[in-house]
Every structure is written in C-alpha cells, then in structure tokens.
C-alpha cells in the first residue's frame, strides 16, 4: 500500500499554521518553525550551493581560469587552510629541545611499543640520557604497568621510526595528524553547511584555536584521539548521504519528476551494508584503543546515526519510521560499529598479545597462569584472561584517580578556559635561550594549553546558538554539532572528584569550531537577505573573525614557548586561575 503526504492529511482545509500539532504552536513564542516544504529529493539530499566566480573576475582573473579556480574551490579552499595550519605545527617542531609535561609517558612508551611490543619502566634520569643522546639509549627489559591502551602510542612510535628518538620525532606524528585534523574539519563544514566558505572557515578557526595547535606539537594521547573522532564523524557524514541518496532513488516520481513521499518504501527500504559506517566502526576501535573515553563517542554517534535513519525514512513518508528503523537499521548499525570497534581495540594489543609468558613479557600477561589459575572462565584463553585483568586494573585506577595536581581543573571551568595546563617554563636571562638583551629582567618562556581565549568565548554563545537550532528549528546539523560537543564534553561531569585537566576538551574543540562557523553564518545572513543585511552581516562576521586571529597571535609567544620579557608574560595572564 502507498500514499501521499497529502493522502493522509485530514486537516487540509486549515491554514498552515494551524496544522501544526499543539506543542509545536505553543514553542512557537520561543522561535520554533517547522520551516517550508521543499522538493522532497532537496530534503533528502540538499545540494551544495554554486560558488560564484564574481570575486575572481572582479580582481581581474581571466574567466577561463576564474571558472577553473571555482569549480575546484571545494578542494583548494580547504587544501589552503590544511597548508597554513601544517606551516604552523611543523615550524620549529622540536621546540623546546626537552620532554614537556607527559611527554616524559608517551613518548618514551611508544618508542618501547614500537621495539618491544609493550611498555617499559625506565630509570629516572632518562629523559635527559635521551636528549643528551639524541635518543640512542638502550630499552629496559622489566615491563611498566600502564593506564591507556596502545593504539596512541603507535601512532607516536611511527614518528620516532622515521624521524627519531627526540622531541621532532615524538611529535611529528601529533603535528600531521593535527593537521589533517585541519583538513577533516573542512570538509565535514562543506558537508553539513552545503558550503565550501563555511568549511573552510571552521576548519580556519580549528588552525588558530590554541589548544588545539598546542597539542598538535606535543606528543600526548587527546590530539590523536580528537583525529580518530573527526574521521569517525565524517564517515557518518558521508554514510548519511550516500543512505539518503539510495532511498531518493527508490521513491517514486510524479508526472513532472518530482519525488513523492511513499509510505511503503519509507517503510521497507533496506540501505544494505553500508561501508562508511563500517569505516567509522574500525575507526571507533582505534579511538577506544587510544583513550578510553572513546567509548561514549561510540555510543554518542551510534544513537545519533539511527537517529539520522529514523529522519530519512520520516521525510520520505514512514508512518512507523522508529519501527522501520529497528527492524532493518539498528541490527547492522550494531554489527557495523560496536564488534568491529572491539575487533579493532583487541587487535591493537597485539604486541602485549605475542609477548612472552614467562614473566619477560608484557605487564601482567602471565596473570592467568599464575595469579588467575582456576575460576569459572578458564575455558578462554590465557591471554584473554589476562587482559581482562589487567583492563579491569586499570578501570580501578581511572576511577580512583584523586591525586590533587597543580594544574587539574573542574570541567565547568573548561568551556571558559578556567584552569589551562603549563606544559613547559623556564626563565632564561637577557641574551639567553631567545631572551632579549635589553630585557632588563629575565625572561619568561612557556607551553600553555590554552584555547584562543575570543575564540572560546564566542563558542559559548555559539553553543546556545546551536541548541536553539536544534530544538526550535529542528535543525539536524545543530544537533549534530552538539552531539559532537555532547559526547566529548558531558561525560567527564561524572568525574568531578577525578584529577582532569583542561586539554581533554581538545577532543570536542572541532565541534565548538562548527558551532562558531555556524553561528558566523547566521550572522552574515541567509540566501536572499537583503543587500544592507548582508553588508553588516559580514562587516561583523569579518570582525569576530578577524579579533579570533589577532588573539591567536597575540597568544603565539605562549604556544610555542618563545621567550618573552616578564611583562610582555604578565599582560597575557588575562585570569588570576591561569598563572
């Protein structure tokens, strides 16, 4: 059986307003709108707007060239933000020569993953044996006992591979994947704003976010996993599309071409396998196998893509879209993300896996053949045994974890940038170490993890922003942006008593960036605006804009721990929290 939207609608004779259920017309006073009916192929799948070649030709491009130039903008715009922010993350890389704040961890632990296949304890005065040796030093044989899965580790021990054992090598792997970050960030903007500018704005404002440039030059975990996240969020992008595609092409047309609502299809679609979700399921593993807070991204995005389902299959004439979408979606979505993720997540042990277990091996990798012997799970084997226990070890660490740090800070605070984490100071003398001779006074150098402070603020508001998109507007792409926000944000609320420090939040600042081009969209105006509206519009856009940039340079001194005169250092301690 099939229908129309108009089949089924038996309040045809009322005004438009008025067919819209009561809790609808009661939010309206808060900016609710249902928004108008377009072609239902344009509500399925939107298309990207036209770039114009009008700026090209108006600074004298030949229109040949000015017609090639805009049909690659979708590539060139973010290609060139993708070069500027790897110019600024690769320049000076090994600056400061010296192992900053938990480098002394991850750095050393990766380059034992990548020779022995686990970590190792090293002696105390390793870090500087490392410097002074330009990293030849020899590997300790006792295994370490560590509190994050391998998979970050890797990815910092490649870097090493190539580039050695020093500060380049142990950060270069961060700065590319920063870097693509970059990139990925553009593009996920093209595709939910249908707008290269929009994208490449978002992705301009993740290049001069300051924590996120910081930990792109320094080799902890959160950068990788922040990169792990966008790749996810952008296979669930593109997976959307491709999924709504296929059931535009399975909806029946009229006489004019016109797709119509069909209450069977919508009903019955299968989408198929659906490789882009298998993608993000493989890229979820190598999040949840770098940090563990990947796991409620997980479950964050999964819900999120059934919820996408659930709206395709409505627009396109569903009666029952939840029950459609339980019947034929959730089973694979499943099948696609969470087996594939633990897949991921087990295979990237396998180093501690194939190591010996004759105590030489991996920490606690002969658990379940001494300490484990007997028990109800003998059936599986010894090396899953054991790795269950040494996950259910560090699980107690995570959540026990209350050691009070000079830097730590509440997650309330972190939106504001309220407590941001020094990961390297000193105070050379004039004429030392970058200090200037006339400085009259030592110097300050230091490695601040800290947000591009306008930036975050105007995120703030740019949040609030988005959640009125979502809730008064229904506007999935907010609600995507804030799921993103959600997910990297919101679970750490459960942590309070836990010692948590600013930089986390580098896992959802892409987000707050979408939010941030969103929200400077809006401000410049929608299609068809008035010439005046959009005059202002842009006028105040391109400010915000330009004072986030200025902020990012004003604050550069602080991100790359270039010396500076002490006073210079005080007038950029804009809080008393962030001294």
Known sequence: MTSTASSMDTRQGRAPHDQRPAWQQRLRRFGYTAGPRSDLRDRLVPPYAEPSPRLWLAL????????RITRWSSWLGPLLVTLMAGAMRFWNLGNPKAVI?????????????VHRGFEVNWDKNANDLILQTNGHVTIPADAAYV??????KYVIGLGEQFFGFDPFGWRFMTALLGTLSVMLVCRIGQRLFRSTFLGCLAGALLAVDGLAFVMSRTSLLDGVLMFFVLGTFDCLLLDRDMARAKLAAALPADEDGRLRPDEHVADTFRFGLRPWRWAAGALLGLAIGTKWNGLYILAAFCVMALLWDVGARKVAGARHPYQAVLKYDTGLTFLATVPVAIAVYLLSWIGWILSPTDGSGGYFRNWAATDGKGGHWTFLPDWLRSLWHYEHEVYKFHVGLSSPHTYQSNPWSWIVLGRPVSYFYESPSPGTDGCPSDAGQKCAREVLAIGTPLLWWAACFAVLYVLWRWLFRRDWRAGAIAC????????????????????????F???????????????????????????????????????IAWNFIYFWPLYTGTAIPIDSWRSRMWLDTWV
């Open 101 to 113: 704040f938990d480098e002394t961890y991850y750095a050393k632990d990766a380059w034992a993953l």
């Open 147 to 152: 509190v994050h899965p391998p998979v970050g």
């Open 509 to 547: 600042v892409p987000f707050l960036c979408l939010a941030v081009a969103m929200l400077i969209g809006a401000i410049i105006g929608p299609p068809g605006s008035s010439d005046t509206r959009r005059v202002v519009g842009a006028a105040g856009a391109g400010v915000l804009v330009l004072l």
């Open 60 to 67: 004298g491009v030949p229109p040949t060239l000015a017609a």
């Open 484 to 507: 993103g926000i959600a997910a990297g944000y919101l679970p750490w609320f459960m942590y309070q008593e836990r010692t948590i420090f600013l930089f986390y939040a580098v896992v």
